[in-house]
């Protein structure tokens, strides 16, 4: 699990905590109560998943996690460049290609890390250094991300790696936060505001505990991001 996934499934265990802490509320809703019940099934298996994901891991490298890490946030700094650039250019096909945010690329697996970060060089590479400076992102940036990048494929490309992919670990976590952020996002939010009225104490600490406080790495800034989910 890379940290913004740890951040995000830490909400969701204090979402549950807080509803189990006042079932009275909770119950006021039945469908919201299932939904609490099954948010609780999700991370209790991603902790099962975490762990044994973590043991199997033990044979690779801190460095090969820095190395994902620093990728990811070149991703998303060169992509938003591109964006810009794009939105300036009023190109609408260009800001789509680059659309890459925070919350959607941190809990993307390796495959897609790798296949994202693709794009993003593929777009960076039909742009003009000048225009790519002038939107923050210089001419050695753009080498460390590519040096980067291939890094990051050829360990990937390892057979140990491949072995790693083959038990699906991250695939099903990848696939437990996408349940989760729906089930969240369409049946808790949806009837949480009910309770303002029937439990407005539960609301706020609802609320609170949705938030997502997620540190990225030191290159960018030490200050935490908060992300309602």
Do not use: C
């Not at 298996?45 to 044979?59: F, N, P, Y």
């Not at 291939?150 to 990937?156: C, E, I, L, P, V």
């Not at 990848?174 to 808790?188: D, H, V």
């Amino acid at each position: 699990m890379n940290d913004y996934q740890i951040s995000t499934k830490s909400s969701y265990k204090l979402i549950v905590n807080e509803a189990k802490n006042d079932a009275k509320a909770v119950s006021l809703i039945p469908t919201f109560a299932k939904g609490i019940n099954r948010l609780e099934e999700i991370t209790d298996e991603m902790d099962l998943l975490a762990v044994q994901q973590a043991k199997d891991l033990k044979g690779i490298t801190k460095d090969k996690k820095n190395v994902l890490e620093e990728l990811i946030d070149y991703t998303i700094d060169v992509a938003g460049a591109i964006h810009s650039y794009a939105e300036t250019k009023n190109n609408l096909t260009l800001q789509t290609k680059v659309n890459f945010k925070i919350s959607q690329v941190s809990t993307m697996n390796q495959e897609e890390v790798i296949n994202t970060a693709a794009i993003t060089l593929e777009e960076a590479g039909k742009l003009p250094a000048d225009a790519l400076a002038e939107e923050g992102i210089t001419a050695e940036e753009l080498t460390q991300f590519t040096e980067l990048y291939n890094q990051f494929k050829d360990t990937k490309d390892g057979k140990r790696e491949a072995l790693i992919e083959r038990i699906n670990y991250t695939d099903r976590l990848s696939e437990l936060f996408a349940e989760a952020a729906n089930l969240k996002k369409n049946k808790l939010d949806r009837l949480a505001t009910q309770f303002q009225r029937k439990a407005p104490e539960f609301f706020l600490k609802y609320k609170a505990a949705a938030t997502v406080i997620y540190k990225r790495g030191a290159k960018k800034t030490d200050t935490p991001t908060q992300e309602t989910k």
